[in-house]
């Protein structure tokens, strides 16, 4: 059996389900693929995430993404590129935004931002 995770509050496999075989081109996460191929007729990878309903990936999630799901070979240079990436530049990125998101939720969160933000600006 896969290596389970957990989205949000949600267990999902990690690199494929019972009822789906994972190929080369797509990780599968419950019933619906991460990545799909481009020629796919409804092109869902090509979509915006459902806000509403669906919580973002925990950053844990993302790192086994780059690290074990079947998007390319177990090891070589396109699996070790794809791990470097995701150290580098898509989980800071990605963790940048949490932060801020987490930050705008609350209105005391916001306010006290914003007003730290303004007195350090007048104070340099």
């Known amino acids: ?59 844990s999630a993302i790192w086994a993404y780059a690290r074990k799901a079947p998007w390319t070979t177990s090891e070589g240079p396109l699996r070790k590129a794809g791990q470097i990436e995701a150290v ?6 990605i963790a940048i935004g949490y932060y801020l998101l987490w930050l705008w939720e609350r209105p005391s969160r916001r306010y006290f931002a914003l007003i730290t933000g303004l007195v350090l600006y007048l104070a340099l």
Not at 25 to 36: E, Y
Not at 88 to 93: D, G, I, N, T
Request: aromatic share 4%; proline share 14%.
């Open 1 to 59: 059996m896969a290596e389970q995770l957990t989205l949000g509050s949600s267990p999902v496999s990690s690199l494929q389900s019972e009822k789906t075989q994972a190929t080369p081109t797509s990780a599968v996460f419950g019933d619906k693929t991460l990545h799909s191929p481009v020629t796919e007729s409804d092109n869902s990878s090509w979509r915006p995430p459902e806000i509403w309903s669906t919580p973002r990936p925990p950053l």
């Open 88 to 93: 580098v530049l898509v989980m800071p990125v």
